[in-house]
Nanobody, 124 residues
């Protein structure tokens, strides 16, 4: 059974940083595009960032471009999200996602596998 397990969420003050990690098991991660979505209370899940299978390309939502950095380590079957210059509006549960194609992953319908999420809370 494929599992994506996130870690690294927590409580941080505005302007601070966090690093989220996601480890994939029972998944040949290096053949998948990997990424992150987030969902704040009362809102729909939204795309945050993605990296293709060989790290040759990344894609970000406009709201996080220049502040967040997505990366992966295929040897560790892992994907990471560095969150910098955090704002209260970044408060959300962050979900790891895997998709067979980079083109599909920005869309929820294009995600094949989901993690259970890790909560990030940013105080003002």
């Amino acid at each position: 059974q494929v599992q994506l397990v996130e870690s690294g969420g927590g409580f941080v003050q505005a302007g601070g940083s966090l690093r989220l990690s996601c480890v994939a098991s029972q998944l040949t991660a290096h053949t998948y595009a990997m990424g992150w979505f987030r969902q704040a209370a009362g809102t729909e899940r939204e795309f945050v960032a993605a990296v293709n299978w060989d790290s040759s390309g990344t894609y970000y939502a406009d709201s996080v471009k220049g502040r967040f950095v997505v990366s992966r380590d295929n040897a560790k079957n892992s994907v990471y999200l560095r969150l910098n210059s955090l704002k209260p509006e970044d408060t959300a549960t962050y979900y790891c996602a895997a998709s067979s194609t980079m083109a599909a992953i920005p869309n929820i319908s294009g995600v094949g596998y989901w993690g259970k999420g890790t909560l990030v809370t940013v105080s003002s």
